[in-house]
């Protein structure tokens, strides 16, 4: 009797159970199904009708898009909305989502603030709302969940402090931590007693940090990535830390204020910390001004070593060969340095490299032809698969080696600015994938090879400044080609608007050998009278700038003149003058300002309109290195989108770009980098580099798309061109689609199927272009990967 009792009772207990658990299941259900339909709310744009799922009382909540629910389908654990192309804001509904294990929303356009009520999600494991529009400050109630392991809030606009409670609450789980790419200042607040011993990867790049690197960074012995390039971080290389990472694979310090140690004088510390970081790829160390002697124990750094970034620094002295042990790598950058000496010619033991950029230094001696035998530089004799030589800007002499055309992989070709002699090889005309060769100002003499213009590659070109010789064909790739890519070579002839005519040349050689043949029969009195009429039309000649020139000062004297040619002659202007015509630079002359200075208009006493870029004074540092490089390129570039600098006014303290005022009240130049990012085409950076030309490629895309100017977007919008129409992208492409389609073929002669291919191929472009004019330059594509994708489109374009 009692056993039965005691059944029944527990028979009911079991009912009620269930009952009670069922209406909990129900209840989450229910919770978690109001929470997304609050969450959609706050979606303004949906494109491509990601959330239509969601609005159909057909479809259980488990099965809308980027719903995961566990395995009783009674709660949410994983939200995955990410590259959906979503805009609106964030709703703090996500918050009640109490079961929620994953929280992806990247890649999409969110704006707003992100919510605090994330914190409240304690199962919360990763975090990704990366490549956004997000503003305000990252919550410091983040740092509650003590299960997460990813946090990955890069590239939005977020600003204000890194919140300490993440780096110190969170010190027993997180592995993965990105806030690269936005505006954060303040130090990397690791405090004393805070560790963050399961850390892996650590990404802060591009932000506006300041301060040291801490030292409880040496407690994540298991770091893989470092990524602190472009900042303010300051103080010696932090090789202390670095010693105690035997796991690193990449490491990046570039573009920040670190020096060398003992003074700024001795790299070997640091290279001597990543001995025993046995799976190092990659090492990045440019725009810091470090001193110092790149140590012969850099040829000890591990062989898995892939990329040196030495670049824009202060490192004296030769190149060691010892860095030739490092057999795996494919790129060094050792170029903006005060390096001498001769080049080494034991890279060529290097079979991997690729890319060789030792511009702008010192060095001198030959070319050494043994860089034919690094296989990947392709065979430079033997460095088949090297893609591109940068040696420009030194003081190499002797001939350009032979051997390079052996480098069947090589794209591009920078010798510019050596004492480089002889002839031009023909066998680099015939280069099957080069598609830029600049040899300008070198003494280069004979006829330019027919295998330049006969290339199918070649696209850019510069024989200026040499002594080339003979007839220059307007066909194959110099009929794209003007007058530029052949400046101050007297013995040239051609076609080409502003080179000499050849049968011109001819006739007149004929005619003075007949003549002088004739002279000789007359003697030497006749010959003195013929003499002096010649020397009269030589004056005569040069007075009207005839085409030809054999007098020898006018030659040694071409560079400069050319370069001079059409340019309005300007008085220097003085610091004082530049007050007197801004007022004293009062805020009524203020066109505009930026994170590197104002812009200024005003009037000189001869009643010039000018305007100016006046560098921060706390920022003069930071781009005072490149200022006169920078400074004199902008003077001799010759461009329709480019403004030709008057003049510049530079003393301790003060620094100034002086520009023409356009007739037209249009300014055109940009409030914010027009020194650290010249008038819209630059890239922001400190110095060029290959993915510097990325970047202007990327404004040219843009720039075609939108038919418009990126100095007309700075000026009129106060944003950039990339900035204008990452805006719009993807859901707002209305007016560019548009405009970039009334360039297209006649809409009426395009069928809808085809038009549905031009607007792929706008969208594409849009694409590409936004990819290569991000601001830091490590997310940029390659020059390679960018060609590679217009030639994709080019091939969609010709299907058939």
């Not at 590239?155 to 931590?177: A, R």
């Not at 405090?191 to 990867?201: A, I, Q, S």
């Not at 006018?554 to 370069?563: G, T, Y």
């Amino acid at each position: 009797m009692g056993y039965c009792k005691f059944a029944q009772y527990f028979s009911l207990f079991l009912v009620i159970f269930i009952l009670a658990l069922s209406f909990k299941c129900h209840a989450d259900l229910a919770s978690d199904r109001a929470s997304l339909l609050d969450f959609m709310l706050g979606i303004s744009s949906d494109p491509q009708g990601a959330l239509d799922t969601w609005d159909s009382s057909n479809i259980h909540m488990c099965n809308w898009t980027g719903v995961t629910c566990n395995t009783d389908q009674d709660c949410v654990v994983n939200l995955d909305l990410r590259r959906r192309f979503l805009g609106g804001i964030i709703s703090s509904s996500v918050g009640n989502l109490k079961s929620l294990s994953i929280l992806d929303l990247s890649l999409n356009f969110f704006h707003g603030r992100i919510p605090a009520e994330l914190g409240l999600l304690p199962e919360l494991t990763q975090i990704s709302l990366a490549s956004n529009l997000l503003q305000g400050g990252i919550p410091p109630e983040l740092g509650r969940l003590n299960q997460l392991n990813y946090l990955h809030l890069g590239s939005n606009k977020l600003v204000g402090q890194i919140p300490e409670s993440i780096f110190c609450n969170l010190s027993t789980s997180l592995e993965y931590l990105d806030l690269s790419n936005n505006s954060l200042v303040g130090e990397i607040p690791l405090k004393d007693g805070c560790e963050l011993r399961e850390l892996r990867f650590l990404l802060l790049w591009s932000n506006h940090l300041t301060g040291y690197v801490p030292l409880g960074l040496a407690n994540s012995t298991g770091l893989e990535w470092i990524y602190l390039e472009s900042n303010s971080l300051r103080g010696e290389l932090p090789s202390h830390i670095l010693r105690q990472m035997p796991l690193l694979k990449f490491v990046y310090l570039s573009y920040n204020d670190f020096v060398s140690h003992d003074g700024n004088t001795n790299l070997k510390p640091c290279f001597s910390s990543l001995l025993n970081a046995s799976r190092l790829q990659e090492l990045g160390l440019k725009g810091n001004n470090l001193g110092g002697k790149i140590p012969s124990i850099i040829g000890n750094l591990p062989t898995s070593l892939e990329q040196i970034h030495l670049d824009d620094n202060l490192v004296y002295g030769s190149i060691p060969w010892e860095i030739s042990n490092l057999f795996n790598l494919t790129l060094i950058n050792l170029s903006t340095n005060l390096l001498n000496g001769s080049i080494p010619s034991e890279i060529s033991r290097i079979k991997k490299l690729e890319r060789l950029y030792l511009a702008n230094n010192s060095l001198s001696g030959k070319i050494p032809p043994a860089l034919g035998d690094i296989p990947r530089l392709v065979e430079l004799g033997k460095m088949e698969m090297v893609l591109a030589i940068d040696l420009s800007m030194n003081n190499l002499s002797s001939t350009i080696p032979s051997q390079l055309g052996s480098c069947i992989a090589l794209e591009f070709l920078n010798l510019l600015s050596n004492h480089l002699e002889g002839s031009l090889p023909a066998t680099l005309g015939q280069l099957p994938y080069l598609q830029s060769l600049d040899v300008s100002i070198n003494q280069l003499v004979g006829e330019i090879p027919d295998s330049f213009h006969s290339s199918l590659t070649l696209s850019l070109l510069n024989f200026s400044f040499n002594n080339f010789s003979g007839c220059v064909p307007n066909k194959g790739v110099f009929s794209m080609l003007d007058i530029n890519s052949f400046l101050a070579n007297s013995g040239l002839c051609g076609t080409i608007k502003g080179m000499n005519n050849c049968h011109g040349k001819r006739r007149f050689t004929h005619h003075f050998l007949l003549l002088s043949i004739s002279l000789s029969a007359f003697g030497v009195t006749i010959l003195c009278i013929f003499c002096h009429q010649v020397l009269l039309k030589l004056r005569k000649c040069r007075g009207k700038k005839s085409d030809v020139h054999n007098n020898e000062d006018i030659e040694a004297a071409s560079k400069q003149e050319i370069l001079r040619k059409d340019q309005p002659k300007y008085p220097r202007i003085s610091h004082q003058q530049l007050i007197e015509a801004t007022g004293g630079f009062n805020s009524s002359s203020t066109v505009g300002s930026g994170r590197f200075g104002r812009v200024y208009k005003g009037t000189l006493l001869d009643n010039t309109k000018i305007a100016m870029k006046v560098l921060n004074c706390h920022t003069e540092r930071e781009v005072s290195g490149s200022f006169k490089r920078e400074c004199r390129v902008l003077k001799n570039t010759r461009h329709r989108n480019l403004i030709k600098i008057l003049t510049t006014c530079s003393k301790p303290g003060f620094k100034a770009i002086v520009f023409p005022l356009m007739s037209n009240g249009s300014l055109e130049t940009s409030t914010d980098g027009l020194l650290c990012g010249s008038v819209g085409y630059i890239a922001p950076g400190k110095t060029a580099s290959t993915q510097g030309d990325v970047y202007s490629f990327g404004v040219l895309l843009l720039e075609i798309v939108t038919r418009k100017r990126p100095t007309e977007v700075l000026f009129e919008e106060g944003s950039s061109l990339h900035e204008l129409v990452k805006s719009h992208y993807p859901q707002n492409l209305g007016l560019i689609m548009e405009t970039a389609l009334s360039r297209a073929p006649s809409q009426r002669a395009i069928d809808d199927e085809k038009a549905v291919e031009w607007r792929n191929v706008v969208v594409e472009l849009i694409e590409l272009g936004l990819m290569c004019t991000q601001y830091a330059a490590s997310t940029r594509p390659t020059m390679l990967d960018a060609a590679q994708g217009m030639q994709r489109l080019k091939r969609y374009i010709s299907c058939p």
